[in-house]
Nanobody, 125 residues
């Protein structure tokens, strides 16, 4: 397993969760890591991404101001702090990484070479 996501769970609307993705193997050298989510019956969508070398981040419009992506290069982890959660944030959240040579954030799932197993986030109203 090269990407291991954790931290999902059940939370009430307005609450917070923190997801963490641990890189191992080839993904330790990945520079661009991202979070996607997929709700039941919907396509996988971009949530946030971070460029580990410079700390640049990008966010989907629907999470701006609520979610924050960060990285800890010493631990080879990236995190997604999710605040002010809404029922529509309910989905399986996936961690993804581009291969090491890539340095640009890509908002399509097709731009990512490695995927974690996903962690369920459920927000109750």
């Amino acid at each position: 397993v090269q990407l291991q996501a954790s931290g999902g769970g059940l939370v009430q609307a307005g609450g917070s969760l923190r997801l963490t993705c641990a890189a191992s193997g080839r993904t330790v050298s990945s520079n661009v890591m991202a979070w996607f989510r997929q709700a039941a019956g919907k396509e996988r969508e971009f949530v946030a991404a971070i460029v580990r070398s410079g700390g640049n981040t990008a966010y989907a419009d629907f999470v701006k101001g609520r979610f924050t992506a960060s990285g800890d290069n010493a631990k080879n982890t990236v995190s997604l702090q999710m605040n002010s959660l809404k029922p529509e944030d309910t989905a399986v959240y996936y961690c993804a990484a581009r291969r090491a040579a890539m340095t640009v954030i890509h908002r399509s799932p097709r731009g990512y070479d490695y995927w974690g197993q996903g962690t369920q986030v459920t927000v109750s109203s």
